[in-house]
C-alpha cells in the first residue's frame, strides 16, 4: 500500500537508503529502487531530498553524527573522548564496509562533520592543547580512522590474496621475503592493532602538548628540497 504523502519525510527516506545499503551495498542504491523501498514514486522522494548528490552527503552526515553521543561529550578526560570517538567511528564504519569510501570520497562538510571535528578539537582545546596542535590533533585522529579502517574493510579475502600470500603464509617464500616471512604466519587481530593504534596517536599527542616534538626523519626538508 502507498503510504500518504505526508508520511514521507526527509529522515524516512534517509533511513530507507541507508537500510538500502546495508542490505544490498551502496551500488544498488538508485532513487527509483529507493522509491519502489518505500512505496512511492521516484519523483516524490525530490520534496524531501533535493537529489541523489545531497542524499549520500545526507547519509555520510549520519554516520559521521554517529561516532559521538552525549557521553562522550561530557567524559572529563580528554584521553578518554578521544578514544571513544576513534573506537566508535572505527565501529560505526566496519559496521558498513561500504561506508568508508563514501565518507572519504563526499567532499561536503555537513552538520554531522562539524559536531564530529568539534568534538574532537573541543577535547584538545579543554586539555590545554593550543589551537594550532589542536588542529593538527584533529588531523592526525582523522587521519588515523580512515587510514586503518579502510584498509581493514578492503582486506581481502584469502582467495582474492592469491597464491604468493599463501606460500609466504606457508614458508615458502623465506629467502625472498624474510621479513614478511617471520610476521605473517603469526596470528593478527586487527581491532587490536587498531586499538594499539588509538593509543600510540593518544599518546603523541599528550608528548606534544606537553612540549616534547616527535623526532625528525629530515624527509620533509629532503623532499621539500628536491622540489626547488
Known amino acids: 500500500m502507498?503510504?500518504?504523502?505526508?508520511?514521507?519525510?526527509?529522515?524516512?527516506?534517509?533511513?530507507?537508503?541507508?537500510?538500502?545499503?546495508?542490505?544490498?551495498?551502496?551500488?544498488?542504491?538508485?532513487?527509483?529502487?529507493?522509491?519502489?523501498?518505500?512505496g512511492v514514486e521516484a519523483m516524490s522522494l525530490y520534496r524531501h531530498v533535493p537529489s541523489k548528490d545531497a542524499l549520500l552527503d545526507a547519509?555520510?552526515?549520519?554516520?559521521?553524527?554517529?561516532?559521538?553521543?552525549?557521553?562522550?561529550?561530557?567524559?572529563?578526560?580528554?584521553?578518554?573522548?578521544?578514544?571513544?570517538?576513534?573506537?566508535r567511528a572505527h565501529t560505526a564504519m566496519l559496521a558498513r564496509p561500504w561506508s568508508v569510501e563514501l565518507i572519504t570520497l563526499r567532499p561536503r562538510v555537513g552538520d554531522g562533520r562539524?559536531?564530529?571535528?568539534?568534538?574532537?578539537?573541543?577535547?584538545?582545546?579543554?586539555a590545554g592543547f593550543t589551537p594550532q596542535l589542536a588542529h593538527h590533533g584533529l588531523h592526525i585522529v582523522d587521519g588515523t580512522i580512515m587510514g586503518f579502517t579502510a584498509q581493514q574493510a578492503r582486506r581481502p579475502t584469502a582467495v582474492a590474496l592469491g597464491?604468493?600470500?599463501?606460500?609466504?603464509?606457508?614458508?615458502?617464500?623465506?629467502?625472498e621475503y624474510p621479513g614478511i616471512s617471520r610476521t605473517i604466519r603469526e596470528h593478527h587481530d586487527h581491532d587490536e592493532e587498531y586499538a594499539l593504534m588509538v593509543d600510540l596517536v593518544i599518546e603523541g599527542l599528550a608528548r606534544l602538548r606537553e612540549g616534547s616534538p616527535p623526532p625528525?626523519?629530515?624527509l620533509?626538508?629532503?623532499?621539500?628540497?628536491?622540489m626547488t
Open 216 to 218: 625528525r626523519t629530515g
Open 59 to 87: 547519509m555520510v552526515d549520519a554516520i559521521v553524527r554517529s561516532w559521538i553521543d552525549d557521553d562522550t561529550l561530557t567524559t572529563a578526560d580528554w584521553r578518554a573522548r578521544i578514544g571513544a570517538i576513534m573506537h
Open 2 to 38: 502507498t503510504p500518504p504523502r505526508d508520511a514521507l519525510t526527509h529522515d524516512r527516506v534517509l533511513q530507507a537508503a541507508l537500510s538500502l545499503a546495508d542490505a544490498h551495498g551502496l551500488e544498488s542504491l538508485s532513487m527509483r529502487r529507493l522509491g519502489t523501498e518505500l
Open 220 to 226: 620533509g626538508a629532503h623532499y621539500a628540497l628536491s
Open 163 to 175: 597464491d604468493r600470500v599463501q606460500a609466504l603464509s606457508d614458508g615458502a617464500l623465506v629467502d
Open 114 to 126: 562539524l559536531r564530529y571535528a568539534e568534538a574532537v578539537t573541543t577535547a584538545l582545546l579543554d
